[in-house]
T-cell receptor, first 112, second 118 residues
Framework: GESVGLHLPTLSVQEGDNSIINCAYS??????FIWYKQESGKGPQFIID?????DKRQGQRVTVLLNKTVKHLSLQIAATQPGDSAVYFC???????????FGAGTRLFVKA | EPEVTQTPSHQVTQMGQEVILRCVPI?????FYWYRQILGQKVEFLVS????????KSEIFDDQFSVERPDGSNFTLKIRSTKLEDSAMYFC????????????????FGPGTRLTVT
């Protein structure tokens, strides 16, 4: 069956350090991947996305890496700030459909 | 900045009762979604809606669930006979349109409605 999961449920980093959040997916048909940030009491917020014909995409302070060979996705946050503290979800979809499958989430703690 | 809004923020209902959760998507968006999130768990897709019909639904979205876009602004999720296990946060999301290449763009999520079934 299809599943998207995360390697670590909790990640704690020092302010200013870089954070890396990992995700594994199992559906080979997925060709579109998204990272969301969810702060307490709020809905998920889009961070960055990547299509399967790419292996890297950069945004503002964030980079997503996609390794299709091992079905692995990662989110890198540069110079992590206290405001980055949240739960991060990876999600997968495919361009021919509408369903988005979310992973289990990783809680990021940023220590001042 | 335009936002997706949801009402109520918290709904308490008794088992077996019907509930309607309401969403106002961003006005020029074309695709609409409902998700749920049981406390402490991952976000689960329920249904997507486009061109006034369901485009895809999950196995969670059984006959007890229905969606409707009764006018040009609201998008509702109805649960006909609530069960204890329906207690969750329900998120509405909307999307303007796929990118020209057909890739889904970013979905905009509302703040959610917390449904508590007692």
């Amino acid at each position: 069956g299809e599943s998207v999961g995360l390697h670590l449920p909790t990640l704690s980093v020092q302010e200013g350090d870089n954070s890396i959040i990992n995700c594994a997916y199992s559906n080979s048909a997925s060709d579109y991947f998204i990272w969301y940030k969810q702060e307490s009491g709020k809905g998920p917020q889009f961070i960055i996305d990547i299509r399967s014909n790419m292996d890297k995409r950069q945004g503002q302070r964030v980079t997503v890496l996609l390794n299709k060979t091992v079905k692995h996705l990662s989110l890198q946050i540069a110079a992590t700030q206290p405001g980055d503290s949240a739960v991060y979800f990876c999600a997968e979809s495919h361009t021919g459909g509408f369903k988005t499958i979310f992973g289990a989430g990783t809680r990021l703690f940023v220590k001042a | 900045e335009p936002e997706v809004t949801q009402t109520p923020s918290h709904q308490v209902t008794q088992m077996g009762q019907e509930v309607i959760l309401r969403c106002v998507p961003i006005s020029n968006h074309l695709y609409f979604y409902w998700y749920r999130q049981i406390l402490g768990q991952k976000v689960e897709f329920l249904v997507s809606f486009y061109n006034n019909e369901i485009s895809e639904k999950s196995e969670i979205f059984d006959d007890q669930f229905s969606v409707e876009r009764p006018d040009g602004s609201n998008f509702t999720l109805k649960i006909r006979s609530t069960k204890l296990e329906d207690s969750a946060m329900y998120f509405c999301a909307s999307l303007p349109s796929p990118r020209p290449t057909g890739v889904k763009g970013e979905q905009y999520f509302g703040p959610g409605t917390r449904l508590t079934v007692t």
